[in-house]
């Protein structure tokens, strides 16, 4: 359509038109590529295409008061023809000088510096033009020198340097000397085979007041800051309240007995000689369980429970004398286990290890685990001394229950766990790191001089549990 309607298609080409160059001066003969001995159009003028590269070399230098601006990459080749242009590198950052000058001076001499430098510019650009017309070849143009840079003026003037005087150089030593040693004096060495290390830094509680015995801590626990920020702190062996000063524990500990009683809150269920354990529920008894829990974590680094506390039972082991009953350690289980522990947390305080509360604690929670009538385990997974103790107190219950029935022929690993009150899980694994049990003949045989010779009796020092002084019902499912 466009080509039936337009003009051009419609008016016929005569012969003049096909045979006439558009090249002034150019009558039409010869070809570019050599093959024709004539031409019409300008793609095959060879005479136009030598016009062409003198033309574009005189036209296409930049003019600044023309048409187009100044290319700053524009480059002359060493050849007749062009080049294009090339992008411009970087320019490095000026030094800052002494002496800096105001923001608006820079400018206006900066504007003014352009200004001369455009004129000077446009001169040499129309001598290169009528070089280049002249003669063809390339002529090298001389550059001018770069211009000052124009300093940034956010940039701040160098200050001076200071040079601190000998009276400040000494004071800064023994101010240092004076600090390392005031360090020194007040830190408390660690408990030597603690685990775990050193507490955090932001607690500085380094030891605390138990019963009158100086106790150093072993890791950081969630007191408030405004005990963590002491160096050491006042606790109840009572009720375990905790205070920043001794006149205040002092106070706190002389008031009536009705108000303070000296033993821990709940009911007591089980004493023998200066021995008693008390039974407290985590719901009831709130504060006090908090309390434990926060003094717990002084001594272990696996505790993450502090307020958390009304799903648990805490039984608490204490020691009596003549001003009441002070607290020597704890334990705590679920009320409700699906899992079957009988044991969550455990804890002795520093001072009263290595006499066997440990144990008699482990076995006071099997003791209520066969008051119920289950088969318990502690909760698992149990850290290194946890699981040192736990196989002590297995091998020796195993020990127990085979001098027993030393005449029995046949014994089952459900009997021992039944009377016991051990999982068969335990009681297989502490079989097999005795040795003492064998695969024979699609049977499992126990060994029992492998176990005696690898178990040493307890000692009769070391506190014990007697079963008689129980006095505790289960509860109630």
């Known amino acids: 359509w466009l080509y039936e309607t337009s003009s051009f298609a419609n008016t016929p080409l005569s012969n003049a038109t096909m045979s006439s160059c558009p090249t002034p001066g150019c009558d039409g003969t010869g070809h ?10 300008l793609s095959g003028c060879p005479r136009a295409k030598r016009s062409t590269e003198k033309s574009h070399k005189v036209s296409l230098q930049p003019r600044r008061n023309g048409r187009f601006a100044k290319s700053p990459g524009f480059k002359k080749s060493k050849k007749s023809q062009l080049t294009l242009p090339k992008r411009n590198k970087p320019k490095k950052k000026a030094k800052p000088s002494s002496a800096v000058p105001r923001a608006r001076e820079l400018w206006s001499d900066h504007d003014n510096m352009n200004d001369e430098d455009d004129a000077d510019d446009d001169d040499d650009d129309d001598e290169a033009m009528h070089q280049q017309a002249a003669n063809p070849s390339p002529v090298k143009t001389p550059r001018r020198k770069a211009t000052s840079k124009r300093p940034s003026p ?5 200050q001076e340097r200071y040079e601190p005087s000998n009276e400040d150089v000494e004071l800064f030593e023994t101010s240092c000397k004076k600090a390392y040693l005031s360090e020194a004096h007040h830190t408390t060495p660690r408990r030597p085979g603690s685990i775990g290390g050193v ?37 109840c062996d009572f009720c375990l309240q905790y205070f920043g000063s001794a006149e205040q524990l002092k106070r706190h500990i002389e008031r009536p007995h009705d108000i303070h009683p000296p033993h821990p809150p709940g009911d007591e269920i089980y004493r023998k000689d200066n021995l008693s354990i008390w039974e407290i529920d985590g719901s009831k008894r709130k504060v006090f369980s908090q309390n434990l829990c926060l003094l717990a974590k002084l001594f272990l680094d696996t505790k993450t429970l502090y307020n958390d506390v009304e799903p648990f039972m805490f039984y608490v082991l204490t020691e009596w004398s003549e001003h009441g009953a002070h607290v020597v350690g704890y334990f705590s289980k679920e009320k409700e286990s699906f899992l079957n522990y009988n044991l969550s947390c455990i804890m002795t305080l520093p001072h ?12 006071f929670s099997y003791l209520l685990t066969r008051k119920e009538g289950k088969v318990g385990t502690p909760e698992k997974p149990l850290s290194d001394l946890g699981l040192m103790s736990y196989r002590y107190y297995w091998k020796q219950k195993i020990l127990e229950y085979l001098k027993l029935h030393d005449t029995d022929a046949n014994l089952s690993i459900k009997d021992l766990s039944t009377s016991t009150g051990i999982s068969e899980v335990d009681i297989v694994s502490t079989l097999q790191t005795l040795d003492a049990i064998k695969h024979w003949r699609t049977k499992y045989v126990i060994l029992p001089k492998e176990v005696f010779k690898q178990v040493k009796p307890v000692k009769k020092t070391r506190a014990r549990i007697d079963p008689s002084k129980l006095r505790w019902t289960p509860l109630v499912e």
């Open 32 to 41: 570019v590529k050599e093959e024709f001995g004539s031409h019409y159009t």
């Open 154 to 158: 956010h940039k701040k003037a160098p």
């Open 199 to 235: 507490k955090a830094s932001r607690n500085k509680m380094e030891y605390i007041i138990f019963g009158g015995v100086r106790l150093p801590t072993w890791y950081a626990s969630p007191y408030p800051q405004e005990f963590t920020a002491q160096r050491c702190i006042h606790v």
């Open 352 to 363: 009263h290890q290595r006499k066997g509360f440990g144990r008699a604690m482990i076995d």
